[in-house]
């Protein structure tokens, strides 16, 4: 049983990870500046699991924040066995707008992070990288070992990350590290009570169809319809975002069990192995809803690669994780949020009682 650190925790996919550590018998604290997020996730988390985790509301940036939550009130043994680390900015748009913010936040905020471990003498961490460190993979499906380039300020940030993670590896090999490059996390925990909750209209694609689905949104744009692909339209691995966090549990475990005194360095896919167009998700999320999702093919989106989906071998052989749930299974879910959450997290305010005045 540990006791983990989870940076992020209130956010979409550290929701989830927080409800399946809370569920395996972890201890777990968030340390969350909830800068895209509210407790309300953490709220119902806690009710899911039927037990409490502790919030620190705080940034990943203020280093005497870190070591007093680090420190170990001088017992032999460390406040935390192991960090996981989602804080983090992750809009691509935003970050070509704004690279500064995603450099301190993201670069500077890990750096921070990862000094006040070393001083705690906490050696064991979790991160969230991202496919998008394969740039535009020269083939599919996407292995481990392929080159690694970035388009975009967030795509920098993360190369940047993986690159520290291993120097620091390098530099004190008793360091056990796990860089976890995600695919397309979507989804919802199927009891409707916890998913993603984006601010404004959405980038992304699956929360995008959901909100046209129950009519917050007319048509959605279909961003290309002439890609070397089956039906023209952009190839991604979409993932359940609970075997994502699943994933995160046996990542856990994989460092843990390292023999003492060694370290190790993971990096792995987290990722289905199945590619799926934008019109298969469209037409899946119509059988998951039963209405019909109005679209319409428009300019491909600047910086998209056409197809992309993970080679997830080595998270199978290393980590003894696969993905169980299936493309319906990530719409129905999504779906059952959407409807239970029109809002997402944010209380729908009652409206004002009628004065009866005119305009
Ligand atoms: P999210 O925005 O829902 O969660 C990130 C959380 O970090 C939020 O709760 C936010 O309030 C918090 N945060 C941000 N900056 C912070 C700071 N300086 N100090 C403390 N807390 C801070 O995002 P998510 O989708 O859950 O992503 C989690 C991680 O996974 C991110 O690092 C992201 O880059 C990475 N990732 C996400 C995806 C995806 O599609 N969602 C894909 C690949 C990688
Ligand atoms: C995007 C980010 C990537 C990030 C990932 C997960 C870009 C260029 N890339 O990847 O860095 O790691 O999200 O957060 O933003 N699509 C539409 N209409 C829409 C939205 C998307 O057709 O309204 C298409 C896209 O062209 C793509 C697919 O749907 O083919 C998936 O898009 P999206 O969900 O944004 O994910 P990625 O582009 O893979």
Redesign the pocket.
């Given at each position: 049983m540990a006791n983990a650190l989870v940076t992020g925790g209130a956010g979409y996919i550290g929701s989830h990870t927080c409800l399946e550590l809370l569920q395996a018998g972890h201890s777990v604290t968030v340390l969350d500046n909830l800068c895209n997020s509210s407790q309300e996730s953490l709220k119902r988390v806690q009710s899911l699991a039927g037990r409490a985790l502790d919030l620190v509301q705080g940034d990943i940036r203020d280093f005497d924040l870190l070591r007093r939550l680090l420190d170990s009130r001088g017992s032999k043994q460390p406040a935390f066995d192991a960090v996981v680390h989602f804080a983090g900015l992750?809009?691509?748009?935003e970050s070509v707008a704004q690279p500064l913010a995603y450099f301190d936040n993201n670069v500077l905020g890990t750096v921070c992070l990862l000094r006040a471990m070393a001083e705690a003498a906490v050696k064991i961490l979790v991160f969230s990288s991202?496919?998008?460190v394969y740039g535009d993979p020269a083939s599919v499906p996407i292995s481990e070992e392929f080159p690694r380039s970035a388009?975009?300020p967030?795509?920098a940030s993360k190369l940047m990350i993986e690159d520290m993670l291993e120097d620091l590896y390098r530099s004190d090999p008793t360091w056990r590290i796990g860089r976890l490059r995600?695919?397309?996390?979507?989804g919802a925990h199927a009891s409707g009570l916890i998913g993603e909750d984006p601010q404004g209209a959405?980038?992304?694609?699956?929360?995008?169809?959901s909100q046209v689905a129950i009519g917050q949104r007319e048509c959605?744009?279909?961003?290309?319809g002439d890609?070397p692909t089956p039906d023209g339209?952009?190839?991604?691995d979409y993932i359940h975002v609970v075997d994502l966090a699943k994933g995160h549990l046996a990542a856990l475990r994989s460092l843990s069990q390292a023999e003492a005194g060694t370290g190790q360095l993971l990096t792995v896919n987290l990722g289905t192995g199945v590619g799926v167009?934008?019109l298969q998700?469209v037409k899946a999320f119509e059988q998951a809803c039963g209405r019909v999702i109005p679209?319409r093919v428009?300019a491909?989106?600047?910086?998209?690669?056409?197809a992309?989906y993970a080679n997830p071998h080595l998270a199978k052989t290393l980590l003894g994780w696969q993905a169980q749930r299936s493309l319906a299974d990530m719409c129905a879910d999504a779906w059952r949020w959407q409807v239970q959450n029109p809002q997402g997290y944010r209380l729908v305010s009652t409206p004002a009682p009628s004065t009866g005045a005119t305009q």
């Open positions: 992750k809009a691509v748009g991202s496919a998008t388009t975009n967030y795509g995600y695919f397309n996390p979507v959405p980038n992304n694609l699956m929360p995008y169809v959605l744009q279909v961003f290309g890609y339209t952009g190839v991604r167009s934008v998700l679209y428009v491909r989106r600047p910086g998209d690669v056409a992309c």
